[in-house]
């Protein structure tokens, strides 16, 4: 009648898989790889969309800019801290998407504030500046 768990779980069971429901997602090299080869695109087509200028404007590049950009934080998420739905009793793909609803929020608000600030402050007819003090 005695339960035969243990007190602590050795580090050998851990590792090979052998945990008590808190198992981690390990990487192999082919995926440490794959992650890499991913973020040197993710980060070389966005330098060459703004120092190429292959969109006249300036708001398409702004956009997917930022939407490689919040691509790359989902591949770095997976590929380097091995975010899926099975490690941590899923509570790792939780923080995922916690993770995906802030750069939401801080892109979101972050265009919101450039907006304004290039709408409100910036446009200045050379009439406006003779007025100035």
Do not use: C
């Amino acid at each position: 009648m005695s339960s035969q768990a243990p007190a602590h779980e050795d580090a050998h069971e851990a590792h090979h898989g052998h945990s008590h429901g808190h198992q981690a997602g390990h990487g192999t090299f082919r995926s440490y790889m794959t992650g890499f080869a991913l973020s040197v695109i993710l980060t070389a087509i966005p330098f060459w969309l703004v120092m190429s200028g292959v969109f006249d404007s300036p708001a398409v590049t702004a956009v997917l800019v930022m939407g490689l950009g919040a691509i790359q934080i989902v591949v770095h998420m997976v590929f380097f801290l091995h975010m899926n739905t099975r490690s941590e009793g899923g509570w790792t793909i939780m923080a995922l998407i916690f993770t995906l609803i802030i750069v939401a929020i801080a892109l979101s608000g972050s265009l919101w504030v450039m907006h304004h600030l290039n709408t409100n402050m910036m446009p200045m007819s050379p009439e406006m500046m003779k007025n100035m003090p």
